[in-house]
């Protein structure tokens, strides 16, 4: 049995596992494969992936590590990822051996930390609750458990924005809009105040990506931006997490999120109102359904009749002498905030 770097030869073999694993769930292609690995040259390291070799493949391991000069303000520079641990299903036990070759590696470069999933553009938030013989390998590795975040969905059918919703908007004076060229030194303004780490980054990601900014609903005034959504239409140039996997299960999917607004106007409706208003932008660009990504806001979401769809658990491992008291780093990013 033999441990080597992952090579581009490997990729027919890792997609195959990779469907008989997760597939029903988590569909992967090569458009998403491509933008969560080789598209997040910052942090992907294809040198620390690597692949267990028996008669063929048996197992494979995704590494992400932070960039020299932080992506993001705060970005912790000792925390790194395992994007994904994917074993051939009943062969669980060969987990311990490719773990234990990763975290060793990443010992020795210095990283006290390391995250199951949650790495930029990652594919998963967490381990998918759904895969409990995984599990079973992070908890004999030593990693700890954390909270439960989950994706919601909704098929959108009759949807129209509340009345509460609706009569919120009108009674603060702000408008509800895409974003327009013009805005988006605005949007970064605020962004940046409001919410400077991963969200920022993932928006000026986006907008270097995208033709034009129109994807990205506003709540505004005349003088400055309160509030912002991420939208993924059907054929959006970048695949938005909310696409991820609903692509596979719909003809006509969108995804949203991240969404949040300034603590100015938080208590007066104006978060829900966005996001009702970013629903129906969706049904109007033609979703037909919709996943919002990486939440615990069940109550909030619910409130539009969405429902949990997938499930995910925080895992981390601390590395070398570096002690509980730091940081959950699955914590750092989870989408959170209304």
């Known amino acids: 049995m033999k441990i080597r770097p992952l090579a581009s030869s490997d990729i027919p073999q890792l997609f195959d596992l990779w469907q008989r694993r997760w ?34 493949p048996v197992g494979f391991i995704g590494v992400k590590t932070p960039p020299p000069i932080p992506a993001w303000p705060k970005q912790d520079p000792q925390n790194a990822w395992i994007s994904y641990l994917l074993l051939e299903p009943g062969r669980e ?10 975290l060793n590696q ?28 995984l599990e079973r390998v992070l908890l004999e590795a030593g990693f700890e458990a954390g909270g439960v975040a989950q994706d919601f969905h909704r098929i959108l059918g009759n949807y129209q924005v509340p009345a509460k919703a609706i009569a919120d908007l009108e009674k603060s004076g702000f408008q509800i809009a895409p974003c327009g060229l013009e805005d988006i030194p605005r949007l970064l303004s605020f962004l940046a105040e409001t919410f400077p780490g991963r969200w920022y980054y993932e928006t000026v990601r986006r907008l270097q ?26 054929h959006s140039r970048r695949i938005g997490p909310g696409l991820y996997w609903l692509r596979a299960f719909s003809p006509n999917p969108g995804g949203l999120g991240p969404i949040g607004v300034s603590e100015k106007v938080r208590g007066t409706g104006l978060g829900m109102a966005l996001l009702g208003y970013g629903v129906e932008r969706l049904k109007n660009l033609g979703a037909e359904e919709i996943v919002i990504d990486w939440t615990t806001l069940a109550d909030f979401y ?22 509980a ?5 699955w914590a750092e990013s989870s989408p959170q905030t209304i």
């Open 106 to 133: 990443l010992e020795q470069l210095g990283y006290h930390k390391v995250a199951y999933g949650s790495d930029p553009w990652h594919f998963f938030p967490g381990l998918p609750l759904e895969d409990s013989p």
């Open 93 to 102: 036990e060969l987990g311990k051996k490719l773990l234990e070759h990763s």
């Open 209 to 234: 990506s995208e033709l034009e900014p129109s994807n990205l609903l506003l709540l505004k005034s005349q003088q400055e931006v309160l509030g912002f959504c991420h939208l993924y239409p059907k």
């Open 325 to 329: 008291q730091s940081e959950k780093p």
């Open 302 to 323: 619910g409130k539009l009749s969405f429902g949990a769809w997938r499930s995910y658990k925080a895992y981390w491992k601390l590395l070398g002498l570096r002690k």
């Open 23 to 56: 597939g029903q769930l988590f569909p992967l292609d090569q458009a998403l494969w491509n933008q969560q690995t080789s598209g997040d040259p910052q942090h992907y390291r294809p040198d620390l992936s690597c692949v267990l070799h028996e008669a063929g």
